[in-house]
């Protein structure tokens, strides 16, 4: 994207930016001749990273958002696209559900949201976003999770969404092969954030934002577009599909976890 002097700008897009790790990916990547779109739904955070951005030297613009109105996202997104070239999007943008503290089943409203968030909504941006650059390049990198790897009996909406948005990814990265288009798929397993705060449970080897986004970007760079981490949690649930069902459950329930729900859950924040 042309700044004010004339000079071009690499053209990158993070939704969930307002926090936890979309906003330590946009720290990470924010710079001199770097324009940030930073994409989520709470204006007051969004311009919080915005800030922080900015005062790394990068250009930067807030949108506001939800991902879940499919229409208005593509329509935006191709817009955003005809302004400013986009060379890399992180895909981000995500909500948790599961059994909640009394131990009562997740709730089915909350079930449906978080599939809507994350697969559906990045699902719809990932689709957008390749076809706008099969003829000219960029990256495409979908946030999912290590919960994506196994089905686990606490968090089975936020399970299937991750899993839903990797299979999709990965279908797009076939579907797209000879093109110029790279498809990223990220398994992240505990990263400190607002949304793992909400996890009252065991949480192994838990990272930071920061060392998380580090570690994306190193990885990124170094020709990756598969990055789980980290690697012993991720081989240990690996593992889990090799085992029978039941003694897959037992390792799983060793590391059962109840989430406190947020303000948009009918449980009530």
């Known amino acids: ?15 969930g930016a307002g926090g936890g790790l979309g906003r330590a990916l946009a720290l990470e990547y924010a710079a001199l001749q770097t324009h940030l779109v930073l994409w989520g739904r709470n204006a007051a955070r969004l311009e919080e990273t915005g800030e922080l951005c900015r005062e790394r030297g990068a ?6 958002l939800d991902i879940r109105a499919l229409s208005a996202v593509r329509e935006r997104l191709a817009e955003l696209d005809e302004e400013c070239r986009i060379d890399l999007a992180f895909l981000n943008a995500g909500v948790s559900s599961g059994s909640l503290p009394d131990g009562a089943p997740e ?7 978080t599939l809507e968030v994350n697969a559906l909504g990045n699902i ?11 003829g000219r390049g960029g990256r495409i990198v979908c946030i999912s999770s290590l919960a994506a ?25 076939a579907a797209y092969a000879g093109t110029p288009v790279r498809i990223g798929i990220v398994y992240p ?40 981490f980290p690697l012993f949690t991720a081989l ?28 948009e859950s009918p449980a009530g924040g």
């Open 124 to 134: 719809n941006m990932a689709a957008l976003l390749a076809q706008r650059m099969r």
């Open 59 to 64: 250009s930067v613009r807030t949108l506001s």
């Open 149 to 173: 790897l196994y089905p686990l009996p606490d968090s089975p909406a936020y399970c299937a969404s991750k899993s839903a948005l990797a299979v999709y990814a990965r279908a797009l990265r």
């Open 1 to 15: 994207m042309p700044d004010r002097n004339g000079e071009n700008r690499r053209c990158m897009v993070i939704t």
């Open 189 to 228: 397993g505990y990263v400190d954030s607002p949304m793992s705060r909400r996890i009252l449970g065991p949480q192994p080897m838990r990272v930071s934002a920061g060392d998380a986004a580090a570690l994306i970007r190193a990885r990124l760079e170094a020709g990756a577009d598969d990055i789980a």
């Open 236 to 263: 240990g649930i690996r593992c889990l599909n090799l085992l029978p069902d039941p003694a897959a459950y037992f390792f799983a329930r060793r590391f059962g976890f109840k989430v406190r729900p947020d303000d």
């Open 107 to 113: 709730p089915v409203e909350d079930a449906c949201r």
